[in-house]
Nanobody, 115 residues
Framework: QVQLVESGGGLVQAGGSLRLSCAAS????????MGWYRQAPGKERELVAV???????DYGDSVKGRFTISRDNAKNAVYLQMNSLKPEDTAVYYC?????????WGQGTQVTVSS
């Protein structure tokens, strides 16, 4: 059974930083990409960042220049460094894995940015 375990969410003041981590465990097909989505109350799910197995990263427009995604292929882990956080970044952040087989999702971690 595949599990994605996220950590690093919390409460931070505007302008602060947080680092999210996600580790995938269990038997799975080869991983093509890992990344993060987020969803705020009353809003649609939004792609935050994604990184391929080759290291190519892409970001949502609202986080470009502030967030950095990185990946440790040996650990099947993905990280999201979030700097210059804004109140509008408040959301539940979900880790995901795109594999050669099924896709997998984490349980979500809450990020709250106070003004």
């Amino acid at each position: 059974q595949v599990q994605l375990v996220e950590s690093g969410g919390g409460l931070v003041q505007a302008g602060g930083s947080l680092r999210l981590s996600c580790a995938a465990s269990g038997s799975m097909f080869s991983i093509n990409a890992m990344g993060w989505y987020r969803q705020a109350p009353g809003k649609e799910r939004e792609l935050v960042a994604v990184v391929t197995d080759g290291g190519t990263a892409d970001y949502g427009d609202s986080v470009k220049g502030r967030f950095t995604i990185s990946r440790d292929n040996a650990k099947n882990a993905v990280y999201l460094q979030m700097n210059s956080l804004k109140p509008e970044d408040t959301a539940v952040y979900y880790c995901f894995v795109l594999s050669a087989g099924p896709d997998y999702w984490g349980q979500g971690t809450q990020v709250t940015v106070s003004s």
